[in-house]
């Protein structure tokens, strides 16, 4: 199936080789994942990023920007000429985050706008307010975020006087072992933002009609149901024409085995193995792919593995994400990510940066693919 690629675009995995490499993938993650974002503010902090990384590279062609597309808050990236884009890719880019209460002199107490994985103790965290003259968010505290005995979650800070609802989150500057190819910080979900534009910068390059989408709010309030999943999608979801929804989307989180994490049996996860896609997220009650784009995934792993790329399957538990709203617009979803651990700091969050490059590397090639109309006809519900 990767023949009509070549033959269209003879040079595609040169260029993927040579600009999708772990040198400048990792400088892309530690933009973004050094770039505090927590839900509701994407387009106002990474959305920055976002715009000034595409600007400023010189592997990125020229796709066309949103830092609030259709004013549902989410950053999105065009490429091709088309008006209606088939082919969706979507990677939340909003991080975990807690909401001061009430100050009892020590501590604020804290409203999780996440789902909390930490047990008791706590970690260096930093409060963060909307500056308005610079129209950003800015550091206005520092301190330790945790649990107590109880199972409340607060945060410890000497700033005693900030407003309610303050945005805190946890620190973690990104990092990468070159030794080992292990990279810390916000794998959650500066991984899939990373991956997304890398691949929007070499789409653009090709014909390929694709709508690139880094949202907000996948994070939010956990509870048993699924719309406390991926709000911000499913505001872009509502805002758009129904002839101009997707027939596939794409989506790229980080894929933690839970209770292998939980027990702390890190070797069981394939860390530097390549990207990896799932048939379906949180025991079904997530995104579930359709038998056609798997049986198509399992053909593009054994090919892509020809030319230097690594995708596998990923036969465990992955997380609900954006797949939760595009399952009310498309039968047509597809999860493809990367094995990650300690995604919402119960330890250091970590990957590995040859399995982000391959995913990246991974995500262009599904996307050009799926561009023709043979293959739609073949392998779309």
Not at 217 to 226: A, D, H, L, Q
Request: charged share 20%; proline share 4%.
């Amino acid at each position: 199936m990767l023949e009509k690629i070549l033959e269209r675009y003879p040079d595609l995995f040169l260029r993927l080789h040579e600009t999708i490499t772990p040198e400048i993938t990792f400088k892309t993650f530690q933009r973004i994942a050094d770039t505090f974002a927590p839900s509701g503010t994407v387009s106002c902090t990474r959305g920055r990023v976002v715009q000034s990384l595409l600007k400023e590279s010189t592997w990125s062609g020229n796709p066309l920007f949103h830092n609030n597309y259709r004013r549902a808050g989410n950053i999105a990236i065009e490429t091709g000429t088309a008006a209606r884009k088939p082919i969706w890719l979507m990677a939340h880019a909003d991080i975990c985050s807690y909401l001061t209460r009430e100050w009892d002199g020590r501590r604020y107490q804290v409203s999780p706008f996440c789902e909390p994985r930490k047990g008791e103790g706590s970690r260096e965290a930093v409060a963060l307010a909307y500056d308005e003259k610079q129209e950003r968010m800015v550091t206005i505290a520092q301190g330790e975020l945790g649990m107590d005995k109880n199972e409340k979650m607060y945060f410890e800070t000497n700033t005693a006087n900030l407003l309610p609802f303050t945005r805190v989150c946890y620190s973690g500057d990104a990092t990468w072992d070159k030794n080992t190819g292990t990279i810390t910080g916000y794998v959650d979900n500066g991984i899939g933002s990373t991956a997304l534009v890398l691949a929007a910068g070499v789409l653009a390059h090709y014909n390929a009609d694709a709508l690139l989408v880094l949202t907000d709010e996948e994070e939010g309030v956990v509870t048993p149901g699924n719309q406390a999943f991926s709000r911000g999608s499913a505001r872009l979801f509502a805002r758009t024409p129904a002839e101009e929804l997707p027939d596939l989307v794409i989506v790229s989180d980080l894929h933690e085995e839970v209770s292998a994490v939980s027990r702390g049996d890190l070797d069981s996860i394939p860390f530097g193995q390549g990207a990896i896609f799932c048939g379906a997220a949180s025991g079904a009650k997530g995104g579930v792919t359709h038998p056609r784009l798997l049986t198509f995934q399992r053909k593009l792993a054994a090919e892509l593995a020809q030319q230097g790329i690594a995708l596998h399957e990923n036969p465990g538990y992955v997380s609900r994400s954006d797949c939760v709203s595009a399952m009310n617009v498309t039968p047509n979803v597809a999860l493809i990510g990367v094995p990650g651990a300690y995604s919402h700091f119960a330890d250091t969050p970590r990957a590995n940066i040859i399995d982000l490059v391959n995913l990246a590397k991974s995500l262009v090639i599904y996307t050009l693919v799926a561009q023709d109309k043979d293959w739609q006809n073949r392998y779309l519900a």
